[in-house]
């Protein structure tokens, strides 16, 4: 969608922050100040230090993310840094709130060292209940979130990671269903082997499909590849099953889907004429997808998606984030794992009504009342079953928590 330079100016300098911080409770006398701060607070912090689950119990901790950047690879800009990042986070976090009611918070670290991204991180993690690494450069995001799960009790992701993921599994269990292929049946090729990239490829391996073909700029993964980071050394070992060699152009025949992290005008129509019949692209790049939607029809696909939300297959990280994090807080979990991943693929592409699926719906509408809610449901029950959950809710109640507080005026300011 074009927008208007002049009024997106203004709208920032209007609103100077797009987040605020708002009090929860008001401070009207002496006693109210008393309760509020000091002595009141000293009482949480004497149960806290005598059980340090309290915390979530007395503080807002349990609905708290911080969103972490070093602003090395910011959508559609690249490296512009942590200060030009910010007023991208902070629209990231505007997005956890209103389709979330996460409370996110932007930290835009002055570094691009992994070890002092992952220091930044360990040293505030008391405040928050989870942690989502944000628009930082391949493989450094891996080394980081790794890093940080292996030593952290919150939940660490990486909606770079997760939740490019979980949106194409999501949309490739529609798409499949209409164009009538299975997941183990067909031959996937993602091209594009950043961070969405190799996540993708990851969660779909583990989801079940057995051939997948991924590639960098320098061609497709594997020991014929001379650029590789170790990210996609350890990736290339467990795709390209057949060994096919060089670029898109040779990994791209008879494929069944085409899946694109990369930049604008990567695929042609060539590419989409050698794929095989009732084939699926998700031309997924920002600010502008790999091909257009009404060229990748016209030579043949039958599906097509791409990230903007104009389009009429729109897939954007927007359909997953919220719903993840709101059901890993809803349940104090410790981390996520690909298991919860895939619950949440399934439940959001289970919201499109199975009467409506068809070619040009295999996603939920944006706005969709039905979205947050049922991830953050599946995600919730899926990380009790894993484990992974301090807290067990019964099924339903994290449903139907989350509806009220998006759609029925419960929304909470802690």
């Not at 009090?23 to 000091?38: C, G, K, T």
């Not at 798409?175 to 009538?180: M, Q």
Request: net charge negative; hydrophobic share 45%.
């Amino acid at each position: 969608m074009t927008v208007d330079r002049l009024k997106a100016l203004e709208m920032h300098r209007r609103s100077k922050g797009k987040i605020k911080i708002y009090p929860s409770i008001n401070i009207r006398d002496e006693e109210d100040l008393a309760m509020a701060y000091v002595p009141g607070s000293i009482h949480a912090a004497n149960e806290i230090i005598a059980d340090k689950s309290m915390t979530y119990e007395y503080t807002g901790k349990g609905n708290r993310l911080a969103l972490i950047t070093d602003g090395s690879a910011v959508l559609g800009m690249g490296n512009i840094g942590p200060d030009a990042a910010l007023p991208v986070m902070e629209g990231k976090c505007l997005l956890f709130k209103l389709f979330g009611d996460v409370n996110a918070f932007p930290l835009c670290i002055s570094s691009q060292k992994a070890d002092d991204i992952i220091c930044a991180a360990r040293l505030i993690a008391p405040t928050v209940g989870a942690i989502n690494i944000e628009d930082v450069v391949t493989p450094r995001t891996f080394t980081v979130v790794r890093k940080l799960q292996e030593s952290l009790d919150i939940p660490v992701i990486c909606d770079d990671q997760h939740g490019s993921a979980v949106v194409v599994l999501a949309g490739l269990i529609n798409a499949l269903e209409v164009v009538g292929k299975e997941l183990e049946d067909i031959k996937i090729v993602i091209f594009g082997s950043g961070a969405a990239g190799i996540a993708t490829t990851e969660l779909l391996l583990y989801a079940g499909a057995e051939n997948i073909i991924t590639l960098n700029s320098s061609g497709i993964l594997g020991p014929e590849n001379p650029k590789m980071n170790y990210i996609q050394e350890e990736l290339s070992v467990k795709i390209n099953p057949e060994g096919i060699s060089g670029g898109l152009e040779e990994a791209v025949r008879g494929a069944d889907v085409l899946i694109g992290f990369s930049g604008k005008g990567k695929f042609s129509t060539d590419h989409i004429r050698q794929m095989n019949s009732r084939s699926i692209v998700f031309a997924l790049s920002l600010p502008e997808p790999e091909i257009m939607p009404e060229e990748a029809k016209a030579a043949g696909a039958t599906i097509v998606a791409c990230g903007l939300s104009e389009c009429i297959n729109a897939m954007p990280n927007l359909h997953a984030f919220p719903g993840i994090s709101r059901g890993l807080l809803d349940v104090r979990a410790r981390g996520v794992n690909n298991n919860v991943l895939i619950r949440a693929a399934e439940a959001l592409a289970s919201v499109v009504d199975r009467r409506r699926l068809s070619e040009n719906r295999i996603v939920p509408p944006l706005f969709s009342d039905e979205e947050t809610p049922r991830v953050a449901e599946a995600v919730a029950q899926a990380a009790i079953k894993e484990g992974l959950a301090l807290i067990k809710v019964p099924p339903k109640q994290v449903y139907d928590e989350t509806w009220q507080r998006l759609y029925g005026g419960h929304m909470a300011r802690l």
